[in-house]
Each structure stands twice: as C-alpha cells, then as structure tokens.
T-cell receptor, first 115, second 108 residues
Framework: DAGVIQSPRHEVTEMGQEVTLRCKPI?????LFWYRQTMMRGLELLIY????????DSGMPEDRFSAKMPNASFSTLKIQPSEPRDSAVYFC?????????????FGPGTRLTVT | SQQGEEDPQALSIQEGENATMNCSYK?????LQWYRQNSGRGLVHLIL?????REKHSGRLRVTLDTSKKSSSLLITASRAADTASYFC????????FGSGTQLTVLP
C-alpha cells in the first residue's frame, strides 16, 4: 500500500482565496482524521470521519473551514476564504479500529502558506 | 486541547547515549502511544502501551507507563544521528490526543 496520500504537498495562496486540500486514506481504513500543526499550537485535531460520516468537528476553527468525505477513498478540507493565520501544515491520517486500540497512519502533510 | 505534555521540550545528546523523554497526562486512558516526526514529514507510530501494562520494549525503544502518576517515559538506547526527530506521546480514550512533543537532537 502507498500509505496515506495528500495533495498538494505545498500550497501558497493569497488571503481571501479558496484552498482545497486532498487526502486519500489507506485502503480498508474506516477512520480518517484531519490535523493542523503549527509551532504555537502544536498538533490539533480538526475533524474526523468514521465510515465517511463526520463524527467530531469540534476542532474546526470556524465556518471558513469545511471537510467532506464523499467516499471511502477520498476526503477534502476546504478553507474559504483563507487568512494568513491559516498558514500551517495540515495532516491527514487514517486508521482502522480494533476495540480501543488503534494507531494512526499519517500522510506527508500539506504545507499551506497564506500571504 | 492537548492531554499529554512532554518533558523536556528539547533534548540534545551525543550519539551512543541514551535518550529519555517523559509524558504526563491528566485523564483516564485506554492506551498511550508514542510517535516520531522527522522534519518535514508526517508522524510515524512507534509503540503502544495499554493501560494495564507497565513496560514494553521494541528494539531500542523502552516505554514505561505509570497510571497512578499518569505518566509515561520513552527511552531510546544507544541513540543514533538518525534518531533526531520530534517525539510525541498520544493518549487514547475514545480518540487520540497528542502532546506538544520533545525535539531530540543526536549529535554525531
């Protein structure tokens, strides 16, 4: 398996533009997570899905952020409009859960810079 | 919010020395996991210890868990320059919550 795939790897955009980040989880995994990592706030869970259904989006910063998972092999995180404070590395992770025990597999991340 | 807090925030050692990182947490857990993040990369799972376990080994890694003190430690023995990375603990109780990480630098 190729692991979790994210695209693009780097994105530079101007304030006010729409940004769409993409993730392909590992085949067979039924949980998908979106994280944001910054120096100031560390690694933050934004939202996670189980069987394509959003379970907890309490970490989504505000209405400018939205996430979808139209099928088991694809998810998007959209920021509209983007702001400089959204600059961060965004990670997607996937897993399958066996009881309480699950390790997450992370993608390489998308480094977003909003100018 | 971050459940686990790693200590120290940064650690610099010579190759061949042992590195110890600590993690404290606040609430109940089902298990605790350690991850490594190389610069510019995603996190990679290293080892998992269940709440009813006290110690676990994997290669050069040794993890301990003290649920009464709500703390865990990660020991890397005979460190190598390639071990240079950030190390995160993550507690699982319904979902996974990551700590703030320890930046380990192993000098050749």
């Amino acid at each position: 398996d190729a692991g979790v795939i994210q695209s693009p790897r780097h994105e530079v955009t101007e304030m006010g533009q729409e940004v769409t980040l993409r993730c392909k989880p590992i085949s067979g995994h039924d949980y998908l997570f979106w994280y944001r990592q910054t120096m100031m706030r560390g690694l933050e869970l934004l939202i996670y899905f189980n069987n394509n259904v959003p379970i907890d989006d309490s970490g989504m910063p505000e209405d400018r952020f939205s996430a979808k998972m139209p099928n088991a092999s694809f998810s998007t995180l959209k920021i509209q409009p983007s702001e400089p404070r959204d600059s961060a590395v965004y990670f997607c992770a996937s897993t399958t859960r066996t009881g309480h025990i699950y390790e997450q597999y992370f993608g390489p991340g998308t480094r977003l810079t909003v100018t | 919010s971050q459940q686990g807090e790693e200590d120290p925030q940064a650690l610099s050692i010579q190759e061949g020395e042992n590195a110890t990182m600590n993690c404290s947490y606040k609430t109940s857990i089902n298990n605790l996991q350690w991850y490594r993040q190389n610069s510019g990369r995603g996190l990679v799972h290293l080892i998992l210890i269940r709440s009813n376990e006290r110690e676990k080994h994997s290669g050069r890694l040794r993890v301990t868990l003290d649920t009464s003190k709500k703390s865990s430690s990660l020991l890397i023995t005979a460190s190598r320059a390639a071990d240079t990375a950030s190390y995160f603990c993550a507690t699982e109780y319904g979902q996974l919550t990551f700590g703030s990480g320890t930046q380990l630098t192993v000098l050749p």
